[in-house]
T-cell receptor
């Protein structure tokens, strides 16, 4: 019930392509869904977040799509660059604690 | 804005000694701070939640006597690893939640190596 399932585990995309990372959840009480980007040896950085009353949110090249009925949300990275190569985590808020996905290692090939 | 610092960024200590890690929110007040542990190529594992002025809440399986957490002010939380052993070697990351918000902002992490 408290899990957030993230896929794929790893993803390789050519520069300029649009990587898509998916997450699914069961608990309908989750009320906030952030995405974090983490580079090796660094702490996660908040990229973008969405609330369940919104179906899409864009910030720069990053877009979250949210499907409340399917209990799924996804991250799209437009015009991907080699500098976007990192591990991406989705999460869901429950009582001010974050429940984390397992992470997706993204590699953008030049 | 929303900067969280962590100190030290890396530390090597001998088995049996204690190590203190500081987490500071630099430009906001944080009623709640979180401590995570991350193993290589894995997700973040929540160790404990600390609220300013009260005792920390530890996750199941985390020894509260081994991982001492103090949240003495709205901008500072500390994690002390007591009587460290090699199995405590890990990447420790703190996060801070601005008062009244849901967002969590993370520090850069502390790499602890126990020899």
């Amino acid at each position: 019930q408290q899990q957030v399932k993230q896929s794929p585990q790893s993803l390789i995309v050519q520069k300029g392509g649009i990587p898509i990372i998916n997450c699914a959840y069961e608990n309908t009480a989750f009320d906030y869904f952030p995405w974090y980007q983490q580079f090796p040896g660094k702490g996660p950085a908040l990229l973008i977040a969405i609330r369940p009353d919104v179906s899409e949110k864009k910030e720069g090249r990053f877009t979250i799509s949210f499907n409340k009925s399917a209990k799924q949300f996804s991250l799209h990275i437009m015009d991907s660059q080699p500098g976007d190569s990192a591990t991406y985590f989705c999460a869901a808020n429950s009582n001010y604690q974050l429940i984390w996905g397992a992470g997706t290692k993204l590699i953008i090939k030049p | 804005g929303a900067v969280v610092s962590q100190h030290p960024s890396w530390v090597i200590c001998k088995s049996g000694t204690s190590v203190k890690i500081e987490c500071r929110s630099l430009d906001f007040q944080a009623t709640t701070m979180f401590w995570y542990r991350q193993f290589p190529k894995q997700s973040l594992m929540l160790m404990a939640t600390s609220n300013e002025g009260s005792k920390a809440t530890y996750e199941q399986g985390v020894e509260k006597d081994k991982f001492l957490i103090n949240h003495a002010s709205l901008t500072l939380s500390t994690l002390t690893v007591t009587s460290a052993h090699p199995e405590d070697s890990s990447f420790y990351i703190c996060s801070a939640r601005p008062t009244g918000k849901r967002e969590q902002y993370f520090g850069p992490g502390t790499r602890l190596t126990v020899t």
